[in-house]
């Protein structure tokens, strides 16, 4: 079973950047970043499959772009201009087939998330 593990989250300002990294053990055709606030369920934010197309949440586009390096193992997320509003447990997850929509797919592998805290 593959392995997704996150990192890259802190604490930053409103207007900073961060960007968040999934090493994952076994390549899977569709990629994506999620995110948990607290109270709240857990949304797409980001996907990108295996033939390099890619879905944004409409509040991340043109702020949040998602990227893959196949010889790092590793699945990125660079944020910027972030707000308060992006606050949350960032999840990194993946199945190996294609991905329609930032719907919560039943059959994705999840790694343990990285919290991501923005400061107005």
């Known amino acids: 079973q593959v392995q997704l593990v996150e990192s890259g989250g802190g604490s930053v300002q409103a207007g900073g950047s961060l960007r968040l990294s999934c090493r994952y053990t076994q390549r899977l055709f569709c990629m994506g970043w999620f995110r948990q606030a607290p109270g709240k369920e857990r949304e797409g934010v980001a996907i990108?499959?295996?033939?390099?197309?890619?879905r944004y949440a409409d509040s991340k586009k043109g702020r949040f772009t998602i990227s893959k390096d196949n010889a790092k193992n590793t699945l990125y997320l660079q944020m910027t201009n972030l707000n308060p509003e992006d606050t949350g447990m960032y999840y990194c997850?993946?199945?190996?087939?294609?991905?329609?929509?930032?719907?919560?797919?039943?059959?994705?592998?999840w790694g343990q998330g990285t919290q991501v805290t923005v400061s107005s």
């Open positions: 990108l499959n295996g033939d390099g197309n890619t």
């Open positions: 997850a993946a199945r190996d087939l294609y991905c329609v929509t930032l719907d919560i797919y039943r059959n994705y592998n």
